[in-house]
């Protein structure tokens, strides 16, 4: 392992989307720390380091979820421990939309809508184009901390597992999978089923 675990940080964690994470880390060849699911995240930042610290490979894909709380809730205060964590690499995050309003959202550096298709333009909850003057802001009940800390790439989706069935789990979920995919090639980090 190298010295510093590498993270994709996934701001949802609800049951379908963490059945989706973990689906897809097993998929692409990566680890998930499936204790990090649940609506709200129902460990701190703190037990998800040290769970980090026994993975045997990496990069690590983690759930965080404030259960719709327009204020800093369990997922973000985790999220931001983990982030800033000196034992971990941030590599990437996928910033899911929600319909929760007064959140001011994170500009994300390319979305992915319900398509399947790379958009310069955010997404909604649906993986609709939702404003296409609206720079890239992705607005979710648990992506306002991803100011406030270093991440490399930010790729916008709608809910994990869900969009009108686009992302069924049944259908390998592929416009998460997209999304994780375009982190880790824009980290340069191979990965199971590359092409």
């Given at each position: 392992m190298p010295e510093k675990v590498r993270v994709i940080l996934v701001t949802d964690?609800?049951?379908?989307?963490?059945n989706v994470?973990?689906?897809?880390?097993?998929?692409?060849g990566l680890r998930c720390i499936s204790a990090s699911g649940g609506n709200p995240t129902p460990i701190s930042g703190k037990e998800i380091v040290n769970l980090l610290k026994t993975v045997k490979s990496d990069p690590v894909l983690v759930m965080f979820d404030d259960r719709g709380r327009r204020?800093?809730?369990?997922?973000?205060?985790?999220?931001?421990?983990?982030a800033d964590?000196?034992?971990?690499?941030?590599?990437?995050?996928?910033?899911?939309?929600?319909?929760t309003g007064g959140s001011g959202g994170i500009e994300a550096d390319v979305?992915?809508?319900?398509?399947?298709?790379m958009v310069d333009h955010p997404v909604d909850k649906n993986g609709d184009v939702r404003?296409?003057?609206?720079?890239?802001?992705?607005?979710g009940d648990t992506v306002d901390v991803l100011n406030e800390v270093e991440v490399p790439v930010i790729v916008g989706v709608g809910d994990i597992g869900k969009m009108d069935k686009a992302d069924d789990i049944s259908r390998g979920a592929p416009i998460t999978r997209r999304a994780i995919e375009e982190i880790l090639k824009r980290?340069?980090?191979?990965?199971?089923?590359q092409q």
């Amino acid at each position: 392992m190298p010295e510093k675990v590498r993270v994709i940080l996934v701001t949802d964690g609800d049951k379908v989307a963490q059945n989706v994470v973990e689906d897809l880390a097993a998929s692409l060849g990566l680890r998930c720390i499936s204790a990090s699911g649940g609506n709200p995240t129902p460990i701190s930042g703190k037990e998800i380091v040290n769970l980090l610290k026994t993975v045997k490979s990496d990069p690590v894909l983690v759930m965080f979820d404030d259960r719709g709380r327009r204020d800093r809730g369990q997922g973000e205060r985790a999220m931001q421990y983990v982030a800033d964590h000196p034992d971990i690499e941030v590599l990437g995050a996928v910033a899911v939309a929600s319909n929760t309003g007064g959140s001011g959202g994170i500009e994300a550096d390319v979305c992915v809508t319900g398509t399947g298709k790379m958009v310069d333009h955010p997404v909604d909850k649906n993986g609709d184009v939702r404003n296409r003057s609206n720079h890239m802001v992705i607005k979710g009940d648990t992506v306002d901390v991803l100011n406030e800390v270093e991440v490399p790439v930010i790729v916008g989706v709608g809910d994990i597992g869900k969009m009108d069935k686009a992302d069924d789990i049944s259908r390998g979920a592929p416009i998460t999978r997209r999304a994780i995919e375009e982190i880790l090639k824009r980290s340069g980090i191979p990965y199971d089923g590359q092409q």
